[in-house]
């Protein structure tokens, strides 16, 4: 795939760029250097080969999915503006 100067003026205008013209023939060279090194990895054969999500291989580490309240209501209601029986009040929304 080859880009022209017409297609890069067409991208910047869509990115909302300002390209002018010595830079969208700069930038032609480049856009079509890239494309050609993706064309040269498009042609790499990976049968076989598992996708990597890292380069080093990891594990995450897990914790028990419990439902808990935090066992510190205090804490938790110490910025509160106002509190009543560990539960925040708060102005009536409906009527």
Not at 53 to 73: F, H, I, K, N, Y
């Amino acid at each position: 795939m080859s880009v022209d100067i017409d297609t890069v003026r067409r991208v910047a205008h869509l990115a909302r760029i300002k390209v002018g013209d010595d830079e969208a023939e700069r930038l032609t060279g480049e856009l079509n250097a890239i494309l050609g090194f993706v064309e040269q990895l498009d042609a790499v054969d990976v049968t076989g080969v598992e996708p990597m999500t890292a380069a080093v291989e990891t594990a995450l580490r897990r914790r028990v999915d419990v439902v808990s309240d935090g066992e510190v209501p205090q804490k938790v209601l110490a910025n509160a503006p106002e509190s009543d029986d560990s539960f925040f009040v708060v102005p009536k929304v409906v009527e």
